[in-house]
């Protein structure tokens, strides 16, 4: 553990205070009641919710202004006005702003060097930025260049 982590956890522990996913002070009683299992996740659980899916949004693109509001993830933005780096599409998607083209660039709009920030828009590059749509018609486009050459070449 580094320092701070130890720093941290004295912290907490002298102030007796609780910290959403970190620590939660709870009674004799509700310990008694938990069969007096000490599992740290029953009563300050670290783990992450599940991801969510917007199938909507998986074809058509788009990310769902919920999943951007989702209290876990807005501390993990910790205030954020993700308007650097989106456009509202309309009152349930965002869209990236058209002058991101690729991944890499959205560092530059972003405006923060907080990793655990950056890894959350590029998730979300990854997880809605090309819908199914857009897929399928590239690879149509991407047949008939195919049959084009095909046909140049004598094959029919």
Known sequence: MQESDINH??????????????SKIVSMNEIKENDYNLN???????????????????LSGGIPVFEIEDDYIQETLNGM????????????????????KNKEQIREHIGTKDQSVINQFERWWDKYRVSLH??????????EVMRRY???????
């Open 81 to 100: 006005d993700v308007s650097c780096v989106f456009v509202r599409r309309n009152s349930n998607y965002y869209d990236f702003k058209p002058e991101i």
């Open 134 to 143: 857009e897929i399928d018609l590239q690879v149509r486009q991407s047949e």
């Open 40 to 58: 740290i996740r029953r009563y300050a659980d670290t783990a992450p919710p599940s991801e969510q899916f917007d199938i909507k949004a998986v």
């Open 9 to 22: 956890i004295l912290d907490v522990f002298d102030t007796f205070k609780d910290e959403k996913r970190y």
């Open 150 to 156: 095909l046909k140049e070449l004598g094959y029919d």
